[in-house]
């Protein structure tokens, strides 16, 4: 019995009033059952479930903070007095790259320096936009909107994500399994601190679920903010062309350019930027260029080179580069599996952000790239169908999930 079989049991009964699929076609995850109401259908979602997932993530990540916190005051009593040697840097929701969101959105680009550029505008501009709303000006600091803007953007993911899971036919049980799995997995205490994830994942939530039902010009909308708000928005175009490719030959001229305008979105966005980049600095791929550095994410380099050299990391004593080698085998098991369930758009997506992961030099932050491509999470939902594995999955995954984000919080894991 394939996954897809498996995954579609609940819903079986209601084979008699939904499309079959073509004739020869090999079944699949996401396209066995078509069910436009079941997009619509807010009544249908299990937003208590998602709540609680979301309130869970909240908890875990606030214990890796109060772990790191204790870490990191023992470390500084057992220093001796007069010390000068370097201790650990505690940080928190505002560390790492979420700094440079927040001063990019009280400072603009040019009160935070050149290296501010690799950071996309569509996030500071929110934030910047939450600031001056009436009532809320001069009262709430950037770095408290951002906070609260990207969590409460992380519960609209979850919930669109699970949206569009039932819409792809999954039953009730799997977007379940996608609701907890997106809120715990190892890289998603990022969705706390005021990073790009959680509405770098709306909008691809967004694009993927106008394609799939034919909306362009959401895909369009969502397109062109992917683009503004990542670099990789500019893989989107991939994917929607691959579904404005379908049916094409029947569209009217209308249909036809309510496509072309969804693929060329994403792609818009991105220049958009770097058009911005051109004329306020003189170079349009500054963003990019920056973005290359050694110490970010590299230059281009040979995919397997990568992941052997952080393989050999360990007998260099260089373990924290090679301890994403097995979180690299993972996702790429879980590509093989994705390529032979779901409709070719997912996997050509998922597989263009790993090769993105894979040709830069440096792996830093690697997992959390390859998160935000959620149909890896539609797929480990998927493959994890008895309770009894599903629970030791998501135990561990939220075990881990304070491993890192405490190592996060005390500057010795880069997320």
Known sequence: MTIAHRTLTASRRE????????????????????????????????????????????????????????????????????????GLTLT??????????????????????????????????????????PGLGGHTGTG??????????????????????????????????????????????????????????????????????????????CGLFAGLCRPVGILLIAPVALEAARGITAAGATDRLRRAVAVMAPAAGLGGYLLWARIAYG??????RLQRQQSLHGSSSNPAEVIWNAARGISHGEVGTALHVPWLMLVIALLVVM?????????????????????GSNLDSSERYAYGAFPFLFVAAAVTLHDEMFRIVLTACAAMMVVYASLAFLGLYIP
Do not use: C, K
């Not at 005051?73 to 220093?79: I, P």
């Not at 990022?190 to 039902?213: C, K, P």
């Open 283 to 288: 170079d349009a791929l500054a963003p990019i």
């Open 144 to 221: 408290v909107a951002l906070v609260v803007l990207v969590n409460l953007t992380a519960f609209a993911f979850v919930t669109a994500l699970a949206r569009l899971a039932r819409h792809e036919g999954f039953d009730p049980a799997t977007v379940s399994r996608v609701i907890w799995l997106t809120s715990l997995a190892p890289p998603a205490f990022v969705l706390v601190m005021g990073y790009t994830e959680a509405l770098w994942g709306l909008l691809a939530v967004g694009v993927f679920a106008g394609i799939r039902t034919r909306r362009w010009e959401l895909a369009a909308a």
């Open 339 to 359: 390529i032979r369930t779901l409709p070719a758009s997912y996997p050509v997506w998922a597989a263009l952000t790993v090769a993105a992961v894979l040709t």
């Open 15 to 86: 084979a008699a009033v939904l499309p079959e699929r073509p004739p020869g076609r090999a079944p699949r995850l996401a396209t066995i059952r078509h069910r436009w109401h079941g997009w619509h259908g807010w009544h249908e979602l299990p937003l208590r479930e998602v709540a609680l997932a979301w309130l869970a993530a909240r908890i875990v990540t606030g214990a890796a903070y109060a772990l790191a916190h204790y870490v990191s005051g023992q470390l500084d009593a057992a220093r001796p007095a007069g010390s000068t040697g370097m």
């Open 92 to 133: 928190g929701p505002l560390g790492w790259d979420a700094g440079w969101y927040s001063g990019i959105a009280e400072h603009g680009y040019a009160g935070s320096g050149e290296q501010s550029l690799r950071f996309f505008p569509l996030l500071p501009l929110l934030v910047r936009a939450v600031t001056v709303l």
